[in-house]
Structure formats: C-alpha cells, structure tokens
T-cell receptor
Framework: GQQLNQSPQSMFIQEGEDVSMNCTSS?????WLWYKQDPGEGPVLLIA?????ELTSNGRLTAQFGITRKDSFLNISASIPSDVGIYFC?????????????FGKGTLLTVNP | GAVVSQHPSRVICKSGTSVKIECRSL??????MFWYRQFPKQSLMLMAT?????????EQGVEKDKFLINHASLTLSTLTVTSAHPEDSSFYIC????????????FGAGTRLSVL
C-alpha cells in the first residue's frame, strides 16, 4: 500500500536555530502540502507545491517538491517561539481519487526561548 | 485566504445522545468537504468525503450509520454522531476544497467531543 513517512517525529531546538523536516512516500505524488497545527486547532496551510523540483518560500519557511516526486522537505529559518506546533506534510498520490490527501504522522517542534 | 468555520468548538454530551457538527466555507464554494478524526498526538484520520448533492464516501471501518454526513449546499456540510458513546470522544476536524483550487484543503478549527 501507499505509505508516507515523515521525520523527525519531534525536535527540540533553541530560538534562532534553523529547522529541517522531510517526508518520503512509496508512490509518486502530484501535490505536496505542508500544514502547521497548533494545540486544539485545525491545521493551517503553510506551503503548496505542484511541480517536481519546485522550491517555494513563505517568509522564513521554504519547501521543495522532490525531483523524484516521492519526497519533500520543509525548512524553517531563524526559529521563534511561535513556531512551536505540529507540522504535517500531506499530498495527493498520482491517480488518487476525489482529491483525498494522505498525511504524514507529523513533526512536533519545540522551540526553547 | 479561504476560511472554513466549524461549530461548535467543544461539546460535552451524555452517552446515547446525538451531536451535530457544522462545517461552513465562508468565502468560497466547496464541492467537496472532508471529515477527519484525530486522536491525541496522532495524525489526521480521514473518516469520509462529502460531495455536494450526493452521498458521502466513507473510509473503510467507519460506520456510516453512526456518523451521518449531509452536504446540502456548496458551503455547508454536517456530521452527526448518532447515539454517541464514550469511545466516540475525540477531536473532529472538517476541511473543504475550493472547487477551483485543486488538492488544497482548508481546515476548520475542529470540534472537541466529550461523551460522558
């Protein structure tokens, strides 16, 4: 079956440090999305990627759609305390039905001031 | 940006009662809405896909008679948890796909259901 692996599972960093997390899939994706979820809230879209090799930034966040279409990474530069939360990758498998998304298991980010 | 409103944000009910959760797209039309369930410290688990004007498509293992979904308009979908029991206690989140926006889903703020 189709699998999506997200790593790391959790990260503890100091304010000001850069962060990197990634996702790999067993099958080709045609869309990669990165979301952030704060406790007790719904996920908020950070970045959307549509083409292999695409590199997109949103403020201090940068994400890339891997050339093989089976992976993506998210970088956060100069982390701040409000970056704390759970980050999810998500995507639609090529040939997937009804725009369903597959989600990674999330990366819990803790930023120490 | 696209806004999805989910109501209520929290509900506490007695075992055996039914609970309705609403999901509205405020500034766009959503032909497809999705309902997820999330357990503590876990990822989102898709329960069902709701298409405007047609029956919902449920994921394997999700009881359609237990979780009733109605998508009567392009901006509103509802999830009714019927005869709720303590094991139904969870965080339920809806999302909506803009009919012009490809795969992107915009999420509501979630509903915390506690069944006593």
């Amino acid at each position: 079956g189709q699998q999506l692996n997200q790593s790391p599972q959790s990260m503890f960093i100091q304010e000001g440090e850069d962060v990197s997390m990634n996702c790999t899939s067993s099958s080709i994706f045609n869309t990669w999305l990165w979301y952030k979820q704060d406790p007790g809230e719904g996920p908020v879209l950070l970045i959307a990627l549509y083409k292999a090799g695409e590199l997109t930034s949103n403020g201090r966040l940068t994400a890339q759609f891997g050339i093989t279409r089976k992976d993506s990474f998210l970088n956060i530069s100069a982390s701040i305390p409000s970056d704390v939360g759970i980050y999810f990758c998500a995507g639609q498998f090529l040939g997937g039905s009804n725009y369903k998304l597959t989600f990674g298991k999330g990366t819990l980010l803790t930023v120490n001031p | 940006g696209a806004v999805v409103s989910q109501h209520p944000s929290r509900v506490i009910c007695k075992s055996g009662t039914s609970v309705k959760i609403e999901c509205r797209s405020l500034d766009f039309q959503a032909t497809t809405m999705f309902w997820y369930r999330q357990f503590p410290k876990q990822s989102l688990m898709l329960m069902a896909t709701s298409n405007e004007g047609s029956k919902a498509t449920y994921e394997q293992g999700v009881e359609k008679d237990k979780f009733l979904i109605n998508h009567a308009s392009l901006t509103l979908s509802t999830l009714t948890v019927t005869s709720a029991h303590p094991e139904d206690s969870s965080f339920y989140i809806c999302s909506a796909r803009d009919r012009t926006g490809g795969s992107i889903q915009y999420f509501g703020a979630g509903t915390r259901l506690s069944v006593l």
